[in-house]
Protein backbone atom coordinates (compact mmCIF):
# COMPACT_ATOMS: atom_id res chain seq x y z
CA UNK A 1 0.00 0.00 0.00
CA UNK A 2 1.26 3.50 -1.23
CA UNK A 3 1.61 5.82 1.44
CA UNK A 4 0.65 9.82 0.19
CA UNK A 5 3.64 11.77 1.85
CA UNK A 6 1.52 14.80 2.46
CA UNK A 7 5.08 17.00 4.32
CA UNK A 8 5.36 19.70 1.61
CA UNK A 9 7.89 19.74 -0.51
CA UNK A 10 9.14 23.06 -0.02
CA UNK A 11 9.44 22.26 3.93
CA UNK A 12 11.55 19.10 2.90
CA UNK A 13 14.04 21.26 0.68
CA UNK A 14 14.53 23.55 3.64
CA UNK A 15 14.86 20.97 6.64
CA UNK A 16 17.56 19.39 4.34
CA UNK A 17 19.17 22.55 3.90
CA UNK A 18 19.48 23.64 6.98
CA UNK A 19 21.32 19.75 7.94
CA UNK A 20 23.49 20.13 5.51
CA UNK A 21 24.77 23.40 6.83
CA UNK A 22 24.95 22.52 10.40
CA UNK A 23 27.22 19.31 8.95
CA UNK A 24 28.96 20.55 6.29
CA UNK A 25 29.66 24.15 6.88
CA UNK A 26 32.16 25.65 4.35
CA UNK A 27 33.42 22.21 3.81
CA UNK A 28 34.00 18.74 4.12
CA UNK A 29 37.82 18.44 5.44
CA UNK A 30 37.90 14.43 4.90
CA UNK A 31 36.18 14.11 1.99
CA UNK A 32 38.82 15.89 0.31
CA UNK A 33 41.39 12.91 0.88
CA UNK A 34 39.40 11.11 -1.91
CA UNK A 35 39.87 12.13 -5.52
CA UNK A 36 38.05 14.71 -6.99
CA UNK A 37 36.65 12.52 -10.37
CA UNK A 38 36.74 9.43 -8.06
CA UNK A 39 33.04 7.03 -8.76
CA UNK A 40 31.48 4.87 -6.44
CA UNK A 41 28.66 2.34 -5.11
CA UNK A 42 27.17 2.51 -2.04
CA UNK A 43 24.42 0.20 -0.56
CA UNK A 44 21.64 1.45 2.86
CA UNK A 45 21.55 -1.36 5.16
CA UNK A 46 19.60 -2.24 7.93
CA UNK A 47 21.18 -4.04 10.97
CA UNK A 48 17.92 -4.70 12.42
CA UNK A 49 14.06 -5.05 11.40
CA UNK A 50 12.34 -2.13 10.63
CA UNK A 51 9.60 -0.82 8.97
CA UNK A 52 11.13 2.11 6.49
CA UNK A 53 10.40 5.94 6.59
CA UNK A 54 12.31 8.16 4.79
CA UNK A 55 12.73 8.11 1.70
CA UNK A 56 12.24 11.72 0.52
CA UNK A 57 14.77 13.68 2.84
CA UNK A 58 17.36 10.92 1.90
CA UNK A 59 16.83 11.92 -1.61
CA UNK A 60 16.52 15.25 -1.12
CA UNK A 61 20.32 14.81 0.70
CA UNK A 62 21.89 14.21 -2.37
CA UNK A 63 19.82 16.00 -4.72
CA UNK A 64 20.74 19.11 -2.84
CA UNK A 65 24.52 17.98 -3.26
CA UNK A 66 25.41 16.67 -6.74
CA UNK A 67 21.78 16.10 -8.66
CA UNK A 68 23.84 13.38 -10.89
CA UNK A 69 23.90 10.74 -7.89
CA UNK A 70 21.36 7.90 -8.75
CA UNK A 71 19.65 6.33 -6.02
CA UNK A 72 17.94 2.75 -6.70
CA UNK A 73 15.68 2.04 -4.04
CA UNK A 74 14.57 -1.84 -3.22
CA UNK A 75 11.81 -0.69 -0.57
CA UNK A 76 9.09 2.23 -0.01
CA UNK A 77 7.89 3.95 2.89
CA UNK A 78 5.41 1.51 5.08
CA UNK A 79 7.55 -1.21 4.06
CA UNK A 80 8.63 -3.69 6.92
CA UNK A 81 12.43 -4.43 6.22
CA UNK A 82 14.21 -8.04 7.54
CA UNK A 83 17.83 -7.94 9.33
CA UNK A 84 20.27 -6.81 6.50
CA UNK A 85 18.27 -5.70 4.00
CA UNK A 86 19.40 -4.03 1.42
CA UNK A 87 17.27 -0.28 1.35
CA UNK A 88 19.16 1.17 -1.66
CA UNK A 89 22.27 1.29 -3.91
CA UNK A 90 23.70 4.75 -4.30
CA UNK A 91 26.00 5.71 -7.47
CA UNK A 92 27.88 8.78 -8.46
CA UNK A 93 31.11 10.90 -6.97
CA UNK A 94 32.61 8.92 -3.89
CA UNK A 95 33.43 12.65 -2.13
CA UNK A 96 29.65 13.59 -2.72
CA UNK A 97 28.15 10.25 -1.35
CA UNK A 98 30.43 10.46 1.54
CA UNK A 99 29.58 13.88 2.70
CA UNK A 100 25.96 12.97 2.27
CA UNK A 101 25.90 10.10 3.96
CA UNK A 102 25.51 10.73 7.73
CA UNK A 103 22.85 13.37 7.18
CA UNK A 104 20.71 11.52 4.81
CA UNK A 105 20.80 8.09 6.95
CA UNK A 106 19.63 10.75 10.21
CA UNK A 107 16.67 11.09 8.23
CA UNK A 108 16.28 7.49 7.74
CA UNK A 109 17.09 5.96 11.03
CA UNK A 110 14.76 8.76 12.97
CA UNK A 111 11.58 8.63 10.96
CA UNK A 112 11.70 4.91 10.56
CA UNK A 113 12.65 4.27 14.22
CA UNK A 114 8.91 6.01 14.50
CA UNK A 115 7.32 3.98 12.25
CA UNK A 116 8.72 0.65 13.57
CA UNK A 117 7.29 1.43 16.81
CA UNK A 118 4.13 2.54 16.02
CA UNK A 119 4.41 -0.92 13.85
CA UNK A 120 4.64 -2.81 17.01
CA UNK A 121 1.63 -1.13 19.19
CA UNK A 122 -0.43 -1.49 16.08
CA UNK A 123 0.52 -5.33 15.42
CA UNK A 124 -0.97 -6.17 18.90
CA UNK A 125 -3.99 -4.49 18.06
CA UNK A 126 -4.59 -5.33 14.26
CA UNK A 127 -7.84 -7.33 14.66
CA UNK A 128 -9.63 -5.18 17.00
CA UNK A 129 -11.21 -1.99 15.33
CA UNK A 130 -9.05 0.66 18.17
CA UNK A 131 -6.79 3.46 16.23
CA UNK A 132 -4.02 4.23 17.52
CA UNK A 133 -2.84 7.79 17.53
CA UNK A 134 -0.05 9.79 17.95
CA UNK A 135 0.27 13.35 20.08
CA UNK A 136 2.09 16.63 19.95
CA UNK A 137 5.27 15.28 21.90
CA UNK A 138 7.48 15.80 18.88
CA UNK A 139 11.24 16.43 18.13
CA UNK A 140 10.70 20.78 17.05
CA UNK A 141 10.30 21.67 13.79
CA UNK A 142 9.89 17.65 12.73
CA UNK A 143 6.36 17.55 13.36
CA UNK A 144 4.47 17.09 10.22
CA UNK A 145 7.76 14.47 8.84
CA UNK A 146 7.33 12.22 12.23
CA UNK A 147 3.06 12.33 11.80
CA UNK A 148 3.51 11.26 8.52
CA UNK A 149 6.33 8.67 10.00
CA UNK A 150 3.07 7.44 11.92
CA UNK A 151 1.07 6.77 9.40
CA UNK A 152 3.76 4.61 7.52
CA UNK A 153 3.99 2.28 10.57
CA UNK A 154 -0.48 1.94 10.66
CA UNK A 155 -1.28 4.41 12.62
CA UNK A 156 -2.90 7.55 12.69
CA UNK A 157 -2.58 11.39 12.97
CA UNK A 158 -4.23 13.25 16.43
CA UNK A 159 -4.34 16.92 15.56
CA UNK A 160 -0.86 18.08 14.19
CA UNK A 161 -1.31 21.28 16.25
CA UNK A 162 -3.57 23.78 18.14
CA UNK A 163 -4.49 25.30 14.92
CA UNK A 164 -6.73 22.20 13.83
CA UNK A 165 -8.13 21.03 16.79
CA UNK A 166 -9.60 21.43 20.41
CA UNK A 167 -8.12 19.37 22.96
CA UNK A 168 -9.75 20.99 26.59
CA UNK A 169 -7.28 19.67 29.63
CA UNK A 170 -7.30 20.01 33.29
CA UNK A 171 -6.05 23.89 33.24
CA UNK A 172 -8.13 25.37 30.52
CA UNK A 173 -11.02 23.68 32.55
CA UNK A 174 -9.38 25.62 35.69
CA UNK A 175 -8.68 28.67 33.58
CA UNK A 176 -13.06 28.76 32.47
CA UNK A 177 -14.09 27.27 35.92
CA UNK A 178 -15.72 24.30 34.76
CA UNK A 179 -15.84 21.32 31.90
CA UNK A 180 -19.36 22.80 31.48
CA UNK A 181 -18.32 26.04 30.56
CA UNK A 182 -15.12 25.62 28.27
CA UNK A 183 -17.12 23.18 26.17
CA UNK A 184 -19.76 25.69 25.86
CA UNK A 185 -17.29 28.28 24.97
CA UNK A 186 -15.61 26.33 22.38
CA UNK A 187 -19.21 25.15 20.28
CA UNK A 188 -19.92 29.08 20.43
CA UNK A 189 -16.18 29.91 18.73
CA UNK A 190 -15.54 27.08 17.00
CA UNK A 191 -19.32 24.92 16.31
CA UNK A 192 -18.03 23.10 13.08
CA UNK A 193 -14.77 21.58 15.26
CA UNK A 194 -14.92 18.56 17.26
CA UNK A 195 -14.14 19.26 20.66
CA UNK A 196 -12.04 16.78 22.93
CA UNK A 197 -12.28 17.16 26.69
CA UNK A 198 -9.30 15.33 28.94
CA UNK A 199 -10.74 13.94 32.19
CA UNK A 200 -9.15 12.05 35.09
CA UNK A 201 -12.15 10.52 37.04
CA UNK A 202 -15.58 8.97 36.16
CA UNK A 203 -17.23 12.00 37.54
CA UNK A 204 -15.42 14.31 34.94
CA UNK A 205 -16.59 11.85 32.40
CA UNK A 206 -20.50 12.59 33.45
CA UNK A 207 -19.77 16.02 33.09
CA UNK A 208 -17.97 16.11 29.86
CA UNK A 209 -20.91 14.16 28.77
CA UNK A 210 -23.41 16.13 29.85
CA UNK A 211 -21.37 19.15 28.01
CA UNK A 212 -21.74 17.07 24.63
CA UNK A 213 -18.09 17.16 24.15
CA UNK A 214 -17.67 14.80 21.31
CA UNK A 215 -14.27 12.50 22.24
CA UNK A 216 -13.31 12.40 25.68
CA UNK A 217 -9.80 11.39 26.53
CA UNK A 218 -9.39 9.47 29.47
CA UNK A 219 -6.07 9.86 31.51
CA UNK A 220 -4.16 7.43 33.18
CA UNK A 221 -7.67 4.82 33.68
CA UNK A 222 -6.86 2.10 34.53
CA UNK A 223 -8.72 -1.31 33.21
CA UNK A 224 -11.44 -1.61 35.46
CA UNK A 225 -12.44 1.81 35.40
CA UNK A 226 -12.13 1.70 31.42
CA UNK A 227 -14.39 -0.79 31.39
CA UNK A 228 -16.90 1.85 33.75
CA UNK A 229 -16.10 4.69 31.55
CA UNK A 230 -17.55 2.46 28.20
CA UNK A 231 -20.69 1.70 30.17
CA UNK A 232 -21.50 4.98 31.22
CA UNK A 233 -20.18 6.36 28.21
CA UNK A 234 -23.39 4.35 25.68
CA UNK A 235 -21.65 5.24 22.55
CA UNK A 236 -22.32 9.08 23.52
CA UNK A 237 -19.04 10.36 22.80
CA UNK A 238 -15.49 8.59 20.99
CA UNK A 239 -13.56 7.39 24.14
CA UNK A 240 -9.74 7.75 23.62
CA UNK A 241 -7.00 6.33 26.51
CA UNK A 242 -3.97 7.89 26.79
CA UNK A 243 -1.06 7.74 29.48
CA UNK A 244 1.88 5.38 30.01
CA UNK A 245 0.59 2.74 27.08
CA UNK A 246 2.64 -0.20 26.76
CA UNK A 247 2.68 -2.88 24.35
CA UNK A 248 2.19 -5.16 27.50
CA UNK A 249 -0.74 -3.27 28.12
CA UNK A 250 -2.14 -1.86 24.50
CA UNK A 251 -4.07 -4.67 24.11
CA UNK A 252 -5.85 -5.20 27.45
CA UNK A 253 -6.48 -1.28 26.96
CA UNK A 254 -8.23 -2.00 23.29
CA UNK A 255 -10.74 -4.69 24.66
CA UNK A 256 -12.20 -2.51 26.88
CA UNK A 257 -14.41 -1.11 24.15
CA UNK A 258 -12.95 2.42 24.26
CA UNK A 259 -12.31 3.53 20.53
CA UNK A 260 -8.64 5.28 20.14
CA UNK A 261 -5.75 5.36 22.10
CA UNK A 262 -3.05 7.99 22.10
CA UNK A 263 0.56 6.90 22.68
CA UNK A 264 3.41 10.29 23.16
CA UNK A 265 6.20 7.45 23.07
CA UNK A 266 5.70 6.73 19.35
CA UNK A 267 7.43 10.22 18.72
CA UNK A 268 9.04 10.85 21.88
CA UNK A 269 10.77 7.52 22.87
CA UNK A 270 12.32 6.23 20.59
CA UNK A 271 15.44 4.50 19.20
CA UNK A 272 17.03 5.19 15.94
CA UNK A 273 16.94 2.50 13.55
CA UNK A 274 20.44 0.77 13.32
CA UNK A 275 21.31 1.80 9.82
CA UNK A 276 24.93 1.02 7.80
CA UNK A 277 26.21 2.51 4.22
CA UNK A 278 28.48 0.43 2.96
CA UNK A 279 30.79 1.79 0.17
CA UNK A 280 32.45 -0.15 -2.93
Request: glycine share 6%.
Amino acid sequence: MTIKNTVPAQLITSQVKLALQEDIGQQDLTAELIPINSQATATLITREPATLCGKDWFNEVFLQLDPSITIDWNFTDGDRLSAESIICTLTGSARTLLTGERTAMNYIQTLSATATLVQLYTDQIRDLPVQILDTRKTIPGFRLAQKYAVRCGGGYNHRVGLFDGILIKENHISATGSIDAAVNKAQQLHPNIAIEVEVETLNELEQALSAQADIILLDNFDIPTLKQAVKINKGQAKLEASGGITIESIRPIAKTGIDRISIGALTKDIRAIDLSMRFS
